[in-house]
């Protein structure tokens, strides 16, 4: 093993953990075709994103991923995000538990909050200050309907007596469920969540948090090594880093209707292969073990990321 990795792995909190590679799919016609091409290059799990009503198109993240497992055989199949305070906990309960069988029990739910385009929580008739509640009280509630029979509950948001549904996930005892965000995701990811999902972090952000995460997860009587550590990161290779940088602020100031030229240098993952494979170390060395990876930029080069992420990434980290 090289000095570097052995630092890291003698680095206190970090397990000698197997590193898991995810790729964001597009969510076009063409997702069972990168799918399939996705497996084929061994990335351990597949993502898509949704908003329910956004700046533009995008598709219903479980269609996507019910069609995807009928073309798929080992990868993994998540949500990265999906919006839960948009939604009702028992049509998402059903919606994921089916997935899971379907899939032979590969699904995992990747939640987040959202806020940041006021017109969907308006569409949807939710109050932008109760989404995190709701979210919390959603997952536990769901945790619930994917475990038990007859669930009574009475909540804030949501009240039921003796409410079954059927099918019971594959995967014993539900479906992993990723708490996605930014700060604002740190206490729901220790008291409720299977696993912690940020982006736009940097990899001392990333220490930072986890820190207080394992922290809180501990006083809450939760063991922190069962909570699954992964970084949700955009990422753009090129020839040169400025390259780079040029095409991913290019693609996420279309995407967030905001300025990237500046940020697009602390938080997406740019630069030569070479480039690109340091700062994963870096986020490695911080503690994730599963890198959710969104190739941005234009489609000439987004195209090639997935094979280069297989060929020059994946077995230098995976050593």
């Keep these: 093993m090289n000095p570097l990795l052995s630092a890291i792995f003698r680095s206190p909190g970090v397990a000698m953990s197997k590193i898991q590679f995810g790729l964001v799919l597009r969510g076009g016609p063409q997702s069972a075709q990168e ?38 055989t080992r990868i993994r199949l998540g949500t990265s995000i999906l919006l839960l305070p948009l939604k009702h906990p028992i049509l998402v309960a059903k919606a994921v538990a089916t997935l899971d069988v379907l899939s032979g029990g590969r699904a995992s739910l990747g ?36 475990t038990e029979r007859d669930v009574t509950f009475q909540g804030r948001f949501w009240q039921m007596s003796d409410v079954t549904t059927e099918p019971f996930p594959v995967q014993k005892p ?29 990899p001392e952000m ?34 040169t880093y400025e390259k780079a940088a040029e095409y991913a602020a290019g693609a996420l ?14 938080y997406p993952i740019i630069g030569t292969p070479e480039q690109c494979l340091a700062r994963m170390q870096q986020f490695r060395e911080a503690g994730a073990t599963h890198f959710i990876l969104r190739p941005a930029g234009p489609e000439h080069v987004t195209a090639p990321i997935p094979e280069i992420i297989a060929r020059e990434i994946m077995p230098k980290l995976r050593r």
């Design 35 to 72: 799918a399939r091409a996705a497996e084929a290059l061994g990335f351990d799990s597949l993502w898509i994103g949704e908003h329910v009503v956004w700046r533009h198109s995008t598709p219903d993240a479980l269609m996507v991923l019910a069609s995807v497992a009928a073309v798929t």
């Design 253 to 266: 100031g279309n995407t967030y209707a905001q300025d990237f030229s500046k940020i697009v240098h602390r």
């Design 111 to 146: 939640i987040g909050i959202g806020g940041e385009y006021a017109k969907e929580f308006e569409a949807m008739g939710v109050p932008r200050e109760e989404r995190g509640p709701r979210a919390t009280e959603s997952i536990r509630l769901m945790k619930r309907l994917w």
């Design 206 to 239: 990333w220490r930072e948090d986890w820190a207080k995460i394992e922290e809180m997860a501990a006083a809450a009587g939760r063991d922190p090594s069962k909570i699954e550590r992964t970084i949700y990161a955009f990422m753009t290779i090129a020839e």
């Design 174 to 202: 539900h479906p992993p469920v990723l708490v996605g965000g930014r700060r604002g995701s740190l206490k729901r990811t220790a008291l409720v969540g299977d696993g912690w999902m940020p982006y736009m972090y940097t």
